[in-house]
């Protein structure tokens, strides 16, 4: 019933340890199914201690509402239309970095959350898991 | 001493999943008592999962101020005269798909959360819900 | 991808009602998918409040361990393999009344929880809501 | 700073994951380091959802410690000397499966937390896990 295997996850995250190196950032990696369950974590030596959460909690936060982190920042900023939703389902995160993986079906695989660099560091790494993602499906 | 009848609770459960195909959107759906305890709730297919948590507690925040939550979002902004007041009761929610039910004598009958769609979608299926209730009693 | 349909969950659960009347308890009767989240609820006039988060965690923990809550329940006694096993997982229920259901085929469609009377009849409620899934899968 | 590095932890759960296939099981495998953050995490296909949070909380307790976790479940049986103890620290799991690494010199690495089989299971992989961090050391 899984629509992802084990080693894709583990392919993936290995696929932005590589893009962390190549653009030369310490990340935290973590990649869930579509029911937002842990399926793959690696913390790169010298990433942030406190990037685990916030990896483990962009990802979940990307499948619960199949959308990227970043669009849950824009609309639940101060007067925003769901200010305060980072605060339901034991914590989300709003910022960018966090991604969901769907297949050209249509299909939810699972998301990628990525937390060590800035905001705009952590999406690249994020794209470049989903993509290795989408690539071994 | 229930105002509010399991059958009449699942009846405008029913009564909202109609609204929510009526205007295309994938809904959770909560209705709780006078107390804030569940009563009723009901996950269309393809809802968003992360929104199981924001309708329940929705019904909550509506059953405990006997107030609709956009009404909360908009005392609780920063600046605003109860600033953080989502961090109470174990999480409340402080944007619009919450409404209290009262009847016309005023009793509290319970309350309704709907999330799924954007805040106006959710607002209409919770009024959709309200009206149910306060014609089956 | 959902293999247990809303119409599905909220049709078992109607069936645990009708059992529990039989039976003559009142209850609360949850329906999660195969990711724990859950789908359909419903609380009966005059069942116990505090049964509303036993019967959730019930269908929780049939979920995330594919199996009834009644086996967690002997095998995390003191002294047992698993002591102290329900406080992991945010609160997991380790007696019976929570069970998994599981097709022919060996699919995991859900689990199913039930709470408001003493454990045999919380399991006689919670087997007919299985029947009810099984039949009309 | 850090003893333990990344690809060690990596290397390491593979082998976890190479001896729990050799004993037929589906495993959550855990690593962190001596601070008992989260280094490297895989979820077999098919291994229950449940034991992600067990496999994590495992090598947590193991690391705090600098203990079996089922030397914690040895002493926190009731009227034990810690009784209760797996309620601080925001969760501790105390059965097998959990196991701290040091070094000949004596220097804590991390440890390994490892659920989805019964107790002796776990302990067998987390054994291999640890070995083969010993190994490459």
């Known amino acids: 019933m899984s629509l992802l295997s ?14 962390s190196a190549e653009i030369g950032v310490k990340m935290n990696i973590a990649v869930v199914d579509a029911g937002g369950h842990l ?15 916030i990896a483990l909690k962009k990802a979940k936060t990307a499948a619960l509402f199949t959308l990227p982190t ?8 101060p007067g925003g ?22 297949d050209q079906a249509g299909n939810v695989l699972g998301s990628v959350g ?5 905001v705009q560091q952590d999406t690249t790494v994020a ?11």
């Open 70 to 77: 970043a669009v849950i920042g824009t609309i639940s900023q």
């Open 39 to 53: 399926l793959q974590f690696s913390r790169m030596e010298g990433a942030w201690l406190g990037s685990v959460d």
């Open 81 to 102: 239309p769901v200010y305060g939703i980072e605060h339901t389902n034991d914590g989300l995160v709003s910022f960018g970095g966090g991604l969901p993986v769907v």
């Open 127 to 137: 794209e470049a898991v989903v993509q290795a993602i989408v690539a071994a499906h």
């Open 6 to 19: 084990q080693h894709t996850a583990a392919t993936a995250v290995q696929a932005g340890i590589a893009k």
């Open 114 to 118: 990525v937390s060590g660099g800035d």
